[in-house]
Structures are given as C-alpha cells and as structure tokens.
C-alpha cells in the first residue's frame, strides 16, 4: 500500500515521510536500498537524483510518482524561457 497521501513534486518529502512511516534511520533506510547512508541524506535533501533503477525501487516502496523520483517534475527546476 502507498504511504503517499498527498501529491507533493519532492522525493525527499516522499522519503523522509517513508522512513517516518516505519520507524528507520537514514543507515538503515540506506541499507535496505542498498545505497550509502551519506547518498541517501542527498536523496533526501534533493541534491541528488537516483538512478533510473534505484527510482523505479523508491517509487515502488513510497508510492510516489516515479517521475518525482527521477526528479523529472521538481519544485527547485524552472522552466527555461525562450524568447521567439
């Protein structure tokens, strides 16, 4: 069952709430990824964006869209405006 209830355009918000929902530590979130604890704080803090792998593995477990997993849709990132 997804534990996204609310549509948000941020993995991290997706991923703290994940690990909230079961009690784990950033190490032990890391762990069950397989990914360094260090990479998941900046999975975390959108200052890094998973692999295509590692997203499809996210968005399974959080429920979240995997284009917010892949960064795809982000708050952070502005369209570029083009003149013409």
């Known amino acids: 069952m997804?534990?996204?209830t609310t549509y948000r355009e941020d993995l991290g918000y997706y991923l703290r709430h994940y690990r909230a929902a079961l009690d784990?530590?950033?190490m032990e979130a890391a762990s069950?990824?397989?990914v360094n604890?260090?990479?998941w704080s900046l999975l975390e803090s959108n200052?890094?964006?998973?692999s295509?792998?590692?997203?499809k593995a996210l968005a399974d477990a959080t429920?979240?869209?995997l284009e917010i997993m892949?960064?795809?849709?982000?708050p952070k990132r502005r369209p570029i405006a083009r003149k013409g």
């Open 70 to 74: 892949l960064n795809l849709r982000s």
């Open 47 to 50: 200052r890094r964006t998973p």
């Open 32 to 34: 069950r990824f397989g």
């Open 52 to 55: 295509p792998k590692l997203a």
């Open 63 to 65: 429920g979240a869209p």
């Open 37 to 39: 604890p260090s990479y």
């Open 24 to 26: 784990l530590t950033q």
């Open 2 to 4: 997804p534990l996204a």
